[in-house]
């Protein structure tokens, strides 16, 4: 049975905690910034020993810092210092954006140093502890560490894969990508349908399932083969019309798409049709 501290037992560490407990890990020491935090989390966990101070530590095969990415190198320093993590053992963070060269202090003390992120959103512990199967998790760093986050990852219910070197920024700026601007291009497309004088119930219906089906078609024939619309088919005629009735920040929007889309579709045009889309997309709205 492996042991894996804790060091920030927010709502992460509560989550991957609990989750390590249930899959036989045992949970050794969790520090917090307060100890009545330490004492909630391992309440929460069901196992686990609070502790008020890094140097108090106990041995374990495993050591996850779940703290702020702002924090992460300040509090691989203090661990460092204390001396309480052995060659050989495993240290580890969870942030999506950060590599584990954060925590350089602890690998010159041959501490084994990886980051794993799970790409999912802990609102709430208990109800991450119950939804997290099949979370993909990303993981780069230090090799030595690989076959046991491995293992933590399946044992906790997540799907683990590795990262090119250099990729951590990347790998956070695609999921970025994915999550945060679908949502943008949501909301240009509500304002869009709320000009034509479609009601907001229809507007949710209608672009809902227009959404998620073209994502379904993506997904499973990729993003060239699923492109429709428009630019696609060199209407560069309809891509000026539709520029007429933006405002300046939505047209400004709807043409940095539109260039990318053009590269996107280039293929499937000829050269007369991209210089017309382009041209199109290229001047004043």
Same mark, same amino acid.
């Given at each position: 049975m492996q042991t894996l501290n804790i060091v920030g037992a927010g709502r992460l560490g509560q989550s991957v905690g609990r989750l390590a407990a249930l899959a036989g890990y045992r949970i050794g020491s969790v520090y917090c910034r307060s100890l009545a935090s330490a004492q909630a989390a391992c309440a929460f966990i069901g196992q686990g020993m609070p502790v008020a101070g890094l140097q108090l530590l106990q041995p374990a095969e495993l050591t996850l810092l779940a703290v702020p990415d702002a924090r992460i190198a300040e509090v691989a320093a203090q661990l460092a210092a204390t001396g309480t993590l052995a060659a050989g053992q495993v240290a580890f963070h969870a942030s999506g954006a950060c590599e584990a060269a954060l925590l350089a202090p602890l690998a010159a003390q041959g501490v084994h140093c990886a980051s794993l992120h799970? =790409?999912? *959103? &802990?609102?709430?512990? !208990?109800?991450?502890?119950? *939804?997290?199967?099949?979370?993909?998790?990303?993981?780069?760093?230090?090799?030595?560490? &690989?076959?046991?986050?491995?293992?933590?990852?399946?044992?906790?219910?997540?799907?683990?894969?590795?990262?090119?070197?250099?990729?951590?920024? =990347?790998?956070?700026?695609?999921? !970025?990508?994915? *999550?945060?601007?679908?949502?943008?291009?949501?909301?240009? !497309?509500?304002?869009? =349908?709320?000009?034509?004088?479609?009601?907001?119930?229809?507007?949710?219906?209608?672009?809902?399932?227009?959404m998620q089906k073209t994502l379904a078609n993506s997904l499973a024939l990729g993003p060239a083969a699923a492109l429709t619309g428009p630019i696609v088919r060199g209407d560069a005629e309809t891509v000026m019309r539709h520029r007429t009735v933006m405002s300046p920040a939505q047209d400004a929007l709807y043409c940095a798409l539109g260039q990318a889309t053009l590269s996107l579709a280039a293929a499937r045009l000829d050269e007369a049709q991209q210089a017309a889309v382009a041209a199109a997309l290229g001047g004043a709205g």
């Open positions: 799970p =790409a999912f *959103s &802990f609102a709430e512990p !208990a109800r991450a502890v119950a *939804s997290f199967a099949g979370t993909r998790c990303a993981l780069e760093g230090d090799q030595r560490a &690989f076959d046991a986050l491995q293992a933590l990852a399946h044992a906790i219910g997540g799907q683990p894969f590795l990262l090119g070197p250099g990729g951590k920024v =990347a790998y956070h700026a695609a999921l !970025a990508v994915a *999550s945060n601007y679908l949502v943008t291009l949501h909301e240009l !497309a509500q304002q869009l =349908a709320a000009q034509a004088g479609i009601g907001q119930a229809d507007a949710r219906l209608l672009l809902g399932d227009l």
